[in-house]
């Protein structure tokens, strides 16, 4: 008889759990959870089963917890060992297939050490209702975190874990936390988008010079600095942070300004998508040439790739020769024939020299420059008077559309619902936000047009002598300063030159001419309206 009851003993499953996600931080640790059921009920049949670190705020999502459930309708065990029925389930699937198991009596018996359980009637609803408190403490965990994080959101700084080049404050309370530059990392990141910004780069060479500069992800739990991975490169590249907007939530097109210090501007921004946008930019190559990724085929409007070819002759010299060719990846039949390497450069060469200035005129011009800066200022003033009476204007209109959204009379959304507020409010900011971005560069934008064509104009000058004397790299900057529309069409370079170097190219013989004529001092119309034009056009940016 003895024997007849040690073999009905029931088997139970140790079941622990934590997850790294949940805000109860009362919950022992995996080891203690185990620790302390051995103490309580070590003289029961018990075995064990991994511990699981998953969260069950949603079903079906805990391998450990669902092999145990199929397992106990096996018959293989027929109760279950936990912390608290919260560690079985924090949702209303999971907490049904327990309840049912023990209607049907597949679970005999449910153990606790911080819960006692009754297998009875009167039982099962406590443990019913306890699992209801569980899913409802979920629940209102959830719903705070989302209302809290919402409201740092809305206050300027994005909630989660800061981009690389930034850090999270870690002086202030969880929920609080401001977003500051990384001293280490946002100076290196700043120096890397600048050099996106050149053209210069494709992806993967602009990682290469990540690495080289040594700009490397941050520690974070379990995992030491590393190397960029050319995926995340991409995500910074693409991420609207970088230019101080985000949006909150995800995928709501509800776009946030972020109270951090920008990397770059908006336009930048636009900038270096535009890079990342060629549908026919080649991939990179394991060999290096000075003006692929540039130029566009005009029979076909496909990528300009290089090849090198190599003639051995019978006393063992051996040459190379570089061809720029169609990839011919839209048309096989693309009629545009190859241009060697020398005649590329001597086409480059050509146009530079077109566009070349004496050292005196750059000198006189650049002097021009300031002279025409000092008649301005009554104008500028002007624009900015406008500007400041537009920022007053989209103001109110902000204070009138929270206004009209938060009176009795919407109560329901009659009037404007949730969704057309948050985007009208979205957009409003972003336009008051760019005057407040043009009103703050208003003082510096002349003096940074004077530089930017004083650098025009050095350029202008020494250009022909950078490109005949410069390497690959040099060259490559050079062609692709010269334009913005780089066109291959009948072995001739079809080139729109950017719009300060296409008005020097138009207006030059006439303003060296009369140059020639007169002393500076005693310039007239001709000149002024040369500079006067020049100065409306942005010096770089095309």
């Known amino acids: 008889m003895l024997k007849g009851l040690l073999t009905k003993q029931p088997t139970y499953f140790l079941y622990c759990r934590k997850s790294t996600d949940e805000g109860d931080r009362q919950v022992l640790s995996l080891d203690s959870q185990t620790d302390e059921a051995i103490k309580r009920f070590g003289d029961l049949k018990i075995i064990k089963l991994p511990p699981e670190s998953v969260s069950a705020f949603e079903p079906k999502k805990r391998p450990i917890f669902a092999d145990m459930i199929a397992r106990i309708r096996k018959g293989e065990a027929q109760g279950i060992i936990a912390w608290h029925p919260d560690r079985l389930s924090r949702n209303p699937i999971d907490a049904a297939e327990v309840i049912h198991l023990l209607d049907i009596g597949k679970i005999k018996d449910l153990k606790f050490c911080s819960y006692y359980f009754d297998n009875s009637p009167e039982g099962k609803m406590m443990l019913q209702i306890t699992l209801s408190q569980s899913k409802y403490s979920s629940d209102k965990l959830s719903n705070d975190v989302k209302r809290g994080m919402n409201r740092k959101a809305e206050t300027g700084w994005r909630p989660g874990r800061a981009p690389l080049g930034y850090v999270n404050s870690k002086t202030k309370l ?7 530059p990384d001293r280490v990392r946002f100076g290196l990141l700043k120096q890397l988008l600048n050099h996106m910004l050149t053209g210069n780069y494709t992806a993967p060479k602009l990682l290469e010079l990540a690495n080289k500069i040594g ?49 770059i501007t908006e336009d930048q921004y636009n900038k270096i998508q535009r890079f990342l946008g060629k549908p026919s930019q080649p991939r990179p190559h394991t060999k290096s040439f000075a003006f692929t990724g540039l130029m566009k085929c005009g029979s076909c409007g496909c990528a300009i790739t290089a090849e090198e070819k190599f003639k051995y002759q019978r006393n063992g010299n051996v040459h190379r020769y570089v061809y720029y060719r169609c990839t011919r990846k839209r048309d096989k039949h693309c009629p545009e024939k190859a241009v060697e390497l020398k005649e590329f450069n001597k086409q480059i060469d050509t146009l530079i020299q077109r566009i070349t200035i004496s050292e005196k005129f750059k000198d006189w011009a650049i002097k021009h420059l300031y002279f025409l800066r000092k008649e301005e200022a009554a104008s500028y003033k002007t624009l900015l008077e406008d500007k400041q009476k537009q920022l007053v204007t989209i103001i109110q209109q902000l204070d009138a559309l929270m206004f009209k959204y938060a009176s009795p009379e919407n109560r329901d959304g009659e009037y404007i619902n949730a969704q057309e507020y948050s985007r009208m409010k979205s957009a409003l900011l972003k336009e008051k936000s760019k005057l407040e971005d043009d009103l703050n560069v208003q003082g510096k934008e002349k003096e940074e047009w004077l530089e930017m064509s004083e650098r025009t104009f050095n350029f202008a000058r020494y250009a022909g002598v950078w490109f005949a004397k410069g390497d690959d790299d040099m060259r490559r900057a050079i062609f692709a300063c010269l ?8 072995q001739k370079i079809d080139i729109t030159l950017r719009k300060p170097f296409e008005m020097i190219f138009t207006r030059l013989p006439e303003a060296q001419r009369e140059f020639a004529r007169l002393e500076p001092q005693e310039m007239q119309m001709n000149t002024t309206q040369f500079f006067t034009s020049l100065q409306q056009l942005p010096i770089w940016s095309g």
Do not use: C
């Open 483 to 490: 334009g913005s529309s780089l066109v291959l069409s009948d």
């Open 174 to 180: 969880k929920g609080e936390q401001d977003i500051a």
């Open 215 to 263: 700009l490397t992800m941050p520690m974070t739990r379990g995992r030491q600095p590393r190397k960029l991975h050319l995926s995340e490169l991409y995500r910074i590249l693409g991420n609207p942070f970088y230019y101080g907007w985000y949006e909150w939530p995800k995928g709501s097109e509800n776009w946030l300004k972020g109270k951090h210090p920008p990397i």
